[in-house]
């Protein structure tokens, strides 16, 4: 079984420096669990380290990510793609069975990103009007989801 050695790290997206490159693809194809042959994290030194990325705001680095978060290989993402095919259908489901017959429904994204989930939302099979907003603090971010 191939098990990819990014899912055995973390890293907070504000540490992340947008001008160097880095891979989310690295796999373990030995057999083993992998720790033992594991890279330790890459170090930033202090002295070229760009502020803006160690102390900025998450909104600041999700503008900067905006181009190529839906295409940059993110394995979370993925998960999250797959747990919504069989969530939102769901969540439809109980909106409609809960709400009163014929009253229109609106449903809020709350940090929609680029739009993958609030597209998902608005392809539904709905019984009733419904306006689906979603929101998010990044206009790059949002300006994808508009254009999806």
């Not at 994290?41 to 070229?48: C, I, N």
């Not at 998902?120 to 949002?142: E, F, K, Y």
């Amino acid at each position: 079984m191939t098990v990819p050695t990014s899912l055995t790290r973390t890293f907070d997206t504000s540490l992340v420096d947008v001008n160097r490159s880095f891979s989310s693809t690295e796999t373990n194809t030995s057999g083993s669990s992998g720790k033992e042959n594991e890279a330790p994290p890459a170090q930033v030194p202090p002295s070229t380290a760009d502020s803006r990325h160690r102390n900025g705001a998450t909104s600041d680095v999700y503008e900067q990510w905006a181009s190529t978060y839906d295409t940059d290989g993110n394995a979370l993402q993925a998960v999250d793609d797959l747990q919504m095919q069989a969530w939102i259908p769901e969540f439809v489901a109980t909106l409609q069975r809960d709400a009163n017959a014929g009253m229109a429904i609106a449903v809020l994204d709350l940090g929609c990103g680029t739009g993958r989930n609030t597209l998902q939302l608005l392809r539904q099979q709905w019984d009733r009007p419904v306006a689906v907003i979603g929101w998010n603090a990044s206009p790059a971010m949002l300006q994808i989801a508009r254009d999806k």
